[in-house]
C-alpha cells in the first residue's frame, strides 16, 4: 500500500529551492525529534547543500550521556563566571540571550541569540565586560551578579 502524503510531496517537489528545502527541514526535525524521544537519543542535520535535483545533509546523532556531560561542563564554566544558560541581557540596541557554549571556539566560547534569533559569539571577558557596574542588565543577572559578589 502506498502512503499517499509521500506521494504528494513527491509530486509537488520537482526541483529544490531555498523555499521548499526550509519547509522540508522543517518536517525532517519534527520526525527526528520523535526518532530521537523513542530511542533516548539527540539528532539533529546539519546545513542543506542543493542543486535543482538533489540535495544532501549531515545527519549528527548524541547519546543522551554525551548531551547531559556537555550541559554539565557548560554549566559549571557558566556559573564559576557568574552567570548561566538561558539567562537574558541588553547589550546597545539589543537583548542577548546566552544560549550555549562551544568549546571548540575558546575565544569566543559563549554562544549568544538576540530577540530576532539571529545568532552570535563572544568571549565570557567580553559577558563580564558588559555586564559590569553602570550598564543595563536584566534583573536575573543583576541578582546573580549581586549574589556572587556577596558570597
Do not use: W
Not at 126 to 134: A, D, E, F, H, S
Amino acid at each position: 500500500m502506498v502512503d499517499c502524503h509521500k506521494c504528494l510531496i513527491f509530486a509537488t517537489m520537482t526541483n529544490f529551492d531555498n523555499a521548499n528545502l526550509k519547509s522540508l527541514r522543517i518536517d525532517i526535525d519534527a520526525a527526528l525529534r520523535e526518532v530521537a524521544s523513542k530511542h533516548g537519543i539527540k539528532l539533529s542535520i546539519g546545513n542543506i547543500s542543493f542543486s535543482a535535483d538533489r540535495f544532501t545533509t549531515r545527519l549528527t546523532g548524541l547519546s543522551e550521556a554525551t548531551v547531559i556531560k556537555k550541559t554539565t561542563v557548560t554549566t559549571h564554566i557558566f556559573e564559576a563566571n557568574g552567570f548561566k544558560l538561558g539567562d537574558t541581557f541588553k547589550h546597545k540596541t539589543k537583548t542577548l540571550k546566552i544560549v550555549g557554549y562551544n568549546s571548540k571556539r575558546p575565544k569566543n566560547c559563549v554562544e549568544l541569540e538576540d530577540q530576532n534569533g539571529r545568532k552570535f559569539s563572544g568571549s565570557i571577558d567580553m559577558i563580564k565586560r558588559i555586564l559590569g557596574p553602570g550598564k543595563i542588565r536584566d534583573n536575573k543577572i543583576e541578582n546573580i551578579l549581586n549574589m556572587a559578589t556577596q558570597g
